[in-house]
């Protein structure tokens, strides 16, 4: 009988013990955790050649007149190679660059080019 009494009181405490960390709000379990490391924040330049080019502005560019002067500009002095329509060549050509602060453009690289003159009439 000693025994039973014995075990009861064990299962009794046990239960206590379960219900009573069951009732302590979240807000008071304190954790040993490390602060997490700043998130790397990318940096909005590249240097190229010494200089730094920024790959976003303030306040971006816009054409003189706007976007639809830009689409009329583009219209009236592109010049589709000869060699291109004689050849039936269709596609894009990636161009790289960079505005200067004055508005030139600079450091023109071709990145991907469809050949029969394209190439030469984007760059």
Not at 8 to 27: D, R, W
Not at 47 to 70: H, S
Not at 94 to 113: A, C
Request: charged fraction near 20%; include cysteine.
């Amino acid at each position: 009988m000693k025994k039973i009494v014995t075990v009861f009181l064990l299962l009794i405490v046990s239960a206590l013990m379960n219900f009573a960390v069951a009732q302590t709000p979240s807000s008071e379990v304190k954790l040993d955790v490390p602060p997490a490391a700043p998130a790397d924040v990318s940096k909005d330049y590249t240097m190229i050649n010494g200089e730094r080019v920024y790959t976003k502005a303030d306040q971006m560019p816009i054409f003189p007149g706007g976007e639809q002067a830009l689409f009329n500009f583009i219209h009236s002095n592109i010049k589709y190679p000869v060699e291109a329509r004689a050849n039936n060549v269709q596609g894009r050509v990636f161009v790289s660059f960079t505005i200067g602060r004055d508005g030139t453009v600079k450091n023109v690289h071709l990145l991907r080019g469809i050949g029969s003159g394209c190439d030469e009439a984007a760059l």
